[in-house]
């Protein structure tokens, strides 16, 4: 399984960004597929996951403001990140998580990473 992560960027405060990560060689389908985040200085922390296309969980720090999805045709997932704040700014990396769904929302419940794309939300 490779992960590529793009779509990072500098945005204002209150603005949007569309993350994506392409899954290659992997079972995309079957696998459960997140995104997490990690601030300077701060452990990684969970953000969005989704299994089957159909179920997706968030923390609450960012629900009803991100949403994941995937598009099974391409092997990707995507992170639209909307009303985004400062506080949102990370590095975000998404991340595969092989075996039976149980709401993964652990970075040890993952086995496979994308290399990271920075988030930065200017006030």
């Known amino acids: 399984v490779q992960l590529q992560a793009s779509g990072g960027g500098l945005v204002q405060a209150g603005g949007s960004l569309r993350l994506s990560c392409a899954d290659s060689?992997?079972?995309?389908?079957?696998?459960?597929m997140g995104w997490f985040r990690q601030a300077p200085g701060k452990d990684r922390e969970f953000v969005a996951g989704?299994?089957?296309?159909?179920?997706?969980y968030y923390a609450d720090s960012v629900k009803g403001r991100f949403t994941i999805s995937t598009d099974d045709a391409d092997n990707t997932v995507y992170l639209q990140m909307n009303k985004l704040t400062p506080e949102d700014s990370a590095v975000y990396y998404c991340?595969?998580?092989?075996?039976?769904?149980?709401?993964?929302?652990?970075?040890?419940?993952?086995?496979?990473w994308g290399q990271g794309t920075q988030v930065t939300v200017s006030s």
């Open positions: 060689g992997g079972t995309f389908g079957t696998d459960v």
């Open positions: 991340a595969a998580a092989t075996g039976p769904f149980r709401l993964q929302k652990e970075v040890h419940d993952y086995d496979y």
């Open positions: 989704t299994w089957m296309g159909s179920s997706t």
